[in-house]
């Protein structure tokens, strides 16, 4: 299973996308040639609208890689607001580092280096919007400090909840067999949590949106 939608929708849907943006597009053509996971297009584009609709002063990304989605989120918000931001890896910070220095946006952005479990704890600040996209084996953990971390009425956004389609599968490949029960047993965490309004929705690769309601 490639796809959580028809190909064919897909297509008519990707067919009004007029991204034009130089930076982002190369960041795209990047993360393809190198098996970089970044949000889908669809996805960002859905993050841009809710952050432009919500106007959220403070914002927290969980698990950079290149700075796709930071980048795409800080030219979406008001002038006074911040993104703070966290990766593990060396190789993807120095990446974004470069990639946030070229987007001009480097006084809305802070970039955190190390083992978000590590960090998230140590951060003296609320969010009002936090996005969590960061290793599936560590969702759970990851939730339960983001869920301390953000404000009530505040927006949660996951990537990657229907997981390549497989969460919904009774059939799953091997090599997705680990990663999809991690995926499953948060989904069960994430839609019963007693503090949110939650869905997921068939959007990229499953987006779970919740607000904060406790």
Not at 13 to 38: G, H, Q, T, Y
Not at 106 to 118: M, V
Request: proline share 3%; no cysteine.
């Amino acid at each position: 299973m490639k796809e959580i939608i028809h190909p064919e929708q897909k297509k008519y849907i990707s067919s009004f996308d007029k991204e034009n943006d130089e930076l982002i597009l190369n960041m795209e053509s990047f993360a393809r040639k190198n098996s970089v996971p970044i949000l889908s297009r669809d996805s960002a584009k859905l993050m841009e609208l809710l952050i432009q609709i919500y106007k959220p002063e403070r914002v927290l990304e969980v698990g950079t890689a290149i700075a796709y989605t930071t980048i795409r989120i800080a030219r979406n918000l008001e002038s006074r607001s911040k993104i703070h931001t966290i990766e593990f890896s060396k190789d993807n910070a120095r990446l974004a580092k470069s990639n946030i220095e070229r987007s001009g946006l480097s006084k809305k952005i802070k970039l955190f280096f190390g083992d978000a479990k590590e960090v998230m704890p140590a951060l003296k600040q609320k969010y009002d919007f936090i996005f969590l996209d960061a290793d599936k084996k560590d969702y759970a953990e990851l939730f339960k400090l983001a869920m301390k971390l953000l404000i009530k009425n505040g927006v949660i956004f996951i990537d990657n909840l229907l997981w390549h389609g497989f969460t919904a599968s009774k059939e799953v490949p091997e090599k997705y067999k680990t990663s999809t029960k991690f995926i499953r047993d948060f989904n069960n965490i994430f839609m019963n949590h007693p503090a949110l309004k939650t869905v997921i929705l068939p959007v990229g690769d499953g987006i779970g949106l919740g607000v904060k309601i406790k």
